[in-house]
C-alpha cells in the first residue's frame, strides 16, 4: 500500500503563489504516473495536472495553464505543484495521485488512480 501525504496549502491573496508538495511513504518498485486535483465545496472533484515518471510528459487543466506548473523528484519520491497568479475560484482541497497502470503517459482520468493523499487547503482571498 501508498500513502501519500500533501503539504503547502494555506491562505493566500489573489495574485499570490504556494507551492504544494505530496510525499510518497516509500519509493515505488515501478514506474508510475502521478497528478493533482482538487475539490471545491459543494463541487465534484477535478482533474488539475499530471506528469509521467520521467517528467517528459504533463497535462494542465484548461483552468490552471499558464499559471500552475507541475514537477516531481523521484528520488525524494515527491511531486510538486507550483501555484502562481492565485485566484479565488483556485479555492478547493488539493488531492494528490498515484496511476500505478502508466509509465509514458500522465492520465486526465481519475479512475486511472490508485492511491490517494488526505487532501491540503487551499484558499485564496479575493
Known amino acids: 500500500q501508498v500513502q501519500l501525504v500533501e503539504s503547502g496549502g494555506g491562505l493566500m491573496q489573489a495574485g499570490g503563489s504556494l507551492r504544494l508538495s505530496c510525499t510518497a511513504s516509500?519509493?515505488?518498485?515501478?514506474?508510475?504516473?502521478m497528478g493533482w486535483f482538487r475539490q471545491a465545496s459543494g463541487k465534484e472533484r477535478e482533474f488539475v495536472s499530471a506528469i509521467n515518471w520521467s517528467g517528459g510528459s504533463t497535462n494542465y487543466a484548461d483552468s490552471v495553464k499558464g499559471r500552475f506548473t507541475i514537477s516531481r523528484d523521484n528520488a525524494k519520491n515527491t511531486v510538486y505543484l507550483q501555484m502562481n497568479s492565485l485566484k479565488p475560484e483556485d479555492t478547493a482541497v488539493y488531492y494528490c495521485?498515484?496511476?500505478?497502470?502508466?509509465?509514458?503517459?500522465?492520465?486526465?482520468?481519475?479512475?486511472?488512480?490508485?492511491?490517494w493523499g488526505q487532501g491540503t487547503q487551499v484558499t485564496v482571498s479575493s
Open positions: 495521485a498515484v496511476d500505478l497502470g502508466s509509465y509514458y503517459y500522465a492520465s486526465l482520468s481519475e479512475t486511472a488512480y490508485d492511491y
Open positions: 516509500a519509493r515505488s518498485n515501478s514506474r508510475y504516473a
